[in-house]
């Protein structure tokens, strides 16, 4: 099983950014997908999660209105869109996949990827 994230890099602040996770080696319409994110120092949190069973989407107070988590069952792919960056949205972003509801959090998780850097810097 393979979680490839990919799409960090470095953005302004008020920026938008792009993350991607490409998944294989499992039947990705059976899993929820979500995104964590660590920042130096700090515990990792969960960002956005999205269902696979009825496409039940939560996101963390700190993206909310900013971010979303759309995700191509054809493609085995799903997204972070990241919008009105922030400094302090600065971190390793994390996908995992987990046959899961969103509320375990990532207690449910099964798989995960390597993290993807995301900087928020003017």
């Known amino acids: 099983v393979q979680l490839q994230a990919s799409g960090g890099g470095l953005v302004q602040p008020g920026g938008s950014l792009r993350l991607s996770c490409r998944v294989s080696g499992i039947t990705f319409d059976y899993y929820t997908i979500a995104w964590f994110r660590q920042a130096p120092g700090r515990e990792r949190e969960e960002v956005a999660c999205?269902?696979?069973?009825?496409?039940?989407?939560t996101y963390g107070d700190s993206v909310k209105g900013r971010f979303t988590i759309p995700r191509d069952n054809g493609k085995d792919t799903a997204y972070l869109q990241m919008n009105s960056l922030k400094p302090e949205d600065t971190a390793v972003y994390y996908c995992?996949?987990?046959?899961?509801?969103?509320?375990?959090?990532?207690?449910?998780?099964?798989?995960w990827g390597k993290g993807t850097l995301v900087t928020v810097s003017s």
């Open positions: 999205i269902s696979n069973s009825d496409g039940r989407i």
């Open positions: 995992a996949a987990g046959i899961t509801y969103c509320d375990l959090g990532e207690d449910g998780m099964d798989y």
